[in-house]
T-cell receptor, first 116, second 115 residues
Framework: AQSVSQHNHHVILSEAASLELGCNYS??????LFWYVQYPGQHLQLLLK??????LVKGIKGFEAEFIKSKFSFNLRKPSVQWSDTAEYFC??????????????FGTGTRLTIIP | GAGVSQSPRYKVAKRGQDVALRCDPI?????LFWYQQALGQGPEFLTY????????KSGLPSDRFFAERPEGSVSTLKIQRTQQEDSAVYLC?????????????FGNGTRLTVT
């Protein structure tokens, strides 16, 4: 079974700082990778996803993530954060194909706090 | 437009009681998922429907958990003889095609507390 590790539990940054949130997964086969975000008081929503092709994926609100297959990583980045980026961020993975590819395995999440 | 709606938002149950949690997906969404999110954890997969067919129930933790989607729209997650370890937020999500091909739209969840 696949698993996802998010090593940063709580990250605190000042506005305009650069952001990188780590995500590592354990699964040897083809994977689909996702980042979901949960703003305070709101539901989870998709930030970006990777299926295949260019390993650098751009999402909404200036976020991007890079899939590095050799490192089993899919880190989330943003060059300059805003106060409105305060939220909880979840990395998720699913198998690339076959039975079970609809089942997303989530990490434990990283709480991001941006100080104005 | 309307998103995924879950009810109730909060449920307190005494240990041993049965509970039923409802999910109204976005109209026309084929796929429906249930996830369980314990405090401080990420969501954990419970089960998945494509229309009325339950294609994957590998995440249901015990036979006390049962989910249905009889007409391919509204879904109910039932937990029998609740235990304290069942306390969690139960999230429902739907997607137009599937979790891989189209984004999951999550509801706000039902927070279940078993006392």
């Amino acid at each position: 079974a696949q698993s996802v590790s998010q090593h940063n539990h709580h990250v605190i940054l000042s506005e305009a700082a650069s952001l990188e949130l780590g995500c590592n997964y354990s699964y040897g086969g083809t994977v689909n990778l996702f980042w979901y975000v949960q703003y305070p008081g709101q539901h989870l929503q998709l930030l970006l996803k990777y299926f295949s092709g260019d390993p650098l994926v751009k999402g909404i609100k200036g976020f991007e993530a890079e899939f590095i297959k050799s490192k089993f990583s899919f880190n989330l980045r943003k060059p300059s954060v805003q106060w409105s980026d305060t939220a909880e961020y979840f990395c998720a993975v699913s198998r690339g194909q076959g039975f079970g590819n609809e089942k997303l395995t989530f990490g434990t999440g990283t709480r991001l706090t941006i100080i104005p | 437009g309307a998103g995924v709606s879950q009810s109730p938002r909060y449920k307190v149950a005494k240990r041993g009681q049965d509970v039923a949690l409802r999910c109204d997906p976005i109209s026309g969404h084929v796929s429906l998922f249930w996830y369980q999110q314990a405090l401080g954890q990420g969501p954990e997969f419970l089960t998945y429907f494509q229309n009325e067919a339950q294609l994957d129930k590998s995440g249901l933790p015990s036979d006390r958990f049962f989910a249905e989607r009889p007409e391919g729209s509204v879904s109910t997650l039932k937990i029998q003889r609740t235990q304290q370890e069942d306390s969690a937020v139960y999230l429902c999500a739907s997607s137009l095609k599937g979790a891989v091909n189209s984004p999951l739209h999550f509801g706000n969840g039902t927070r279940l507390t078993v006392t």
